[in-house]
């Protein structure tokens, strides 16, 4: 369980006014950079509090996304666990699939108002790069979604998705040809056309003000699950379960309980073949804060300060970093952050599939693995809810190949 | 005085310009770099600027990029740089040496650990591309306990509020970044540089060098009229690649800089 937290915090207030949450956080950039990240948290602190710019994305989230998405109580596979009563909060139900998109609306009304008209992104799994074609789509405005090439093989589906919905996208080459080497592309694209450009970051990693505008974007999942809970239940739940790759569907769910004492809060981690084994990407469970992509938090690195290479059969957790929220959450024991390898995913992601007719994505998977444990640890009178943060039909190749089957 | 600023008095009263190489250390391996370092101050370099090579180098286009992976695949380390400018320093006490690289190394290292083994090792400057004034104090401070200067970028896109908060904390010179872009890259407007150029003399009187997108002695000698000298990156580590590629001696890559060493030498007179 987490550790005594010092009561005084008010998590609200968080980051200060220069993007740190204690010692991490902030805006570590080039200078080019410097003034168009003043420019957007300008404009972000401005249209936050606006009545009409909170309508028109709330107004969004209802009639484009789908929301509010329903808080599912699990109930055959709570039983068959033996323990905790286990609900789902379905962000899988979502337009595109998964929790990303409620990140994306937001970004891109802000794109909207600043008046730029192109958007670069990037993407490990596809499905930020998806979210993001589809809201440029709508919005009219070009979109260049940056994917590692080793992730744009194995995430064909989406890559093509992306291009069917008028988006480009530009294979990576360089370093590792992941998530991280994408991000690196996408920010020396922006540094160059600064001007018209709005980088949507999809996760709550970069410089500040990034990991605030999509931690507050994305807190909309937390806002409703406390709500859904109250009704349903009666009482707040007792522990709230996401998986955490850059973490913006677990800071999502957790952020409007951080104040709530006596909810538990659980990061699962990517441990890829295992954390003992280094081939992993659990940068909170077994790596040291440095600085990446623009903020100081922990990361995947050696003895020199290089960051080293990371594994997870999930494209979307294979990153080396982590949002510097859950690094502060971590280290003042707010949130408690553990690991669950490729094969207990796996398990997850079958199970759920078989016992409740729901396919979860691999991601997402990680986080069900570890609340399985948790939830037979605890009684029946006890509640958890999991972040089902999206659907499983892109992992589909991922899961056939290695059941030995070859989809044509 | 430091050694930067004994350099930038010893040129403005010669009415000369700073000619500043930058090359990735440890490329095409760490025996080359030491006798590439020489090589250059002999083809008329006033300050060597030496990349540190990071596994993420956001700020770098495709040619430093590929310098970084080069010497990354030897294993070169932050450590490892050090001994190297201890080595140069054994036989050339005038040349200042610049380390510019990205904050992760040197966080690893930890700042005053570094600050005091790059002071011992005979280093002059630090230029962190991703540390911002904003983020910069408590390195600022374990540079200062060493003597060290801090180098900072200023960019096109920077506003005078910050050109003036710059200028307050910065040592030895300011860079002065030509272009929106990445290092390497192809659209430097002379007429752009020199409107930056008049909106940062105008809150300093550090030395200003100016850089990314300097290729060769005809882009060098039309910026180098209104600043106090041009960095050669991209250009230079290109040559250094191609010298390794064909076979031949890659110390045969600084006639570059002696070439436009004699440019700037003819515009100065």
Known sequence: MAKAVDKAIDYASFPDKRGHFGPYGGR????????????????????????????????????????????????????????????????????????KV???IGQALLAKHMGKKRIIAETGAGQHGVASATVAARLGMSCHVFMGEEDVHRQALNVYRMKLLGAEVIPVKSGSRT?????????????????????????????????????????IIGREARAQCLEQTGRLPDALVACVGGGSNAIGLFHPFLNDESVAMYGVEAGGY??????????????????????RTYLMQDDNGQIIHTHSVSAGLDYPGVGPEHAWLKDIGRAEYVSVNDDEALTAFRELTLVEGIMPAL????????????????????????????RGDKDIHTVAQIDGIQLT | MSRLTAKFDALRAAKRKALVPYIVAGDPDMERTLPLMHKLVEQGADILEL???????????????????????????????????TEFRRHDQDTPVVLMGYANPVERMGYDGFAERAGRAGVDGVLIVDMPPEEAEPLNEALARHELDNIFLLAPTTTDERIAKVAGLAGGYIYCVSLKGVTGAGNIDVDQVQKLMQRIQAHTDLPVTVGFGIKNAETATRV???????????????????????????????????????????ISR
């Open chain 1, 28 to 99: 570590f950039v080039s200078e080019t950079l410097m003034c168009a990240l003043d420019e957007l948290e300008a404009a972000y602190q401005r249209l936050k509090n606006d009545k009409d710019f909170q309508a028109e994305f709330d107004q969004d989230l209802a009639q484009y996304v789908g929301r509010p998405s329903p808080l599912y109580l699990a109930e055959r596979w709570s039983r068959e666990t033996g323990g905790a009563q286990i609900y789902l909060k379905r962000e899988d139900l979502n337009h595109t699939g998964a929790h």
């Open chain 1, 363 to 390: 991601e997402s998977s990680h986080a069900l693995a570890y609340a399985k444990k948790l939830a037979r640890s605890l009684d029946k009178d006890k509640t958890i809810i999991i972040n089902l943060s999206g």
């Open chain 2, 51 to 85: 990349g540190v090579p990071f596994s993420d180098p956001m700020a770098e286009g495709p040619t430093i990029q590929l310098a970084h992976e080069r010497a990354l695949v030897h294993a070169v380390s932050l450590s490892g740089i050090l001994e190297l400018v």
């Open chain 1, 102 to 104: 409620n990140n994306t």
């Open chain 2, 224 to 266: 180098a009229v209104c600043c106090d000298g041009v960095v050669v990156g991209s250009a230079l580590v290109e040559a250094v690649a191609s010298a390794e590629k064909n076979g031949t001696d890659v110390l045969e890559a600084t006639t570059l800089i002696r070439d436009i060493r004699h440019a700037l030498d003819a």
């Open chain 1, 179 to 219: 998530l991280k080497d994408a991000m690196n592309e996408a920010m020396r694209d922006w540094v160059t056309n600064v001007d018209d450009t709005f980088y949507i970051i999809g996760t709550v990693a970069g410089p500040h003000p990034y990991p605030q505008l999509v931690r507050d974007f994305q807190s």
């Open chain 1, 274 to 295: 295992g954390v003992e084994t280094g081939q992993h990407a659990a940068p909170l469970s077994a790596g040291t804060p440095g600085v990446l992509h623009g903020n």
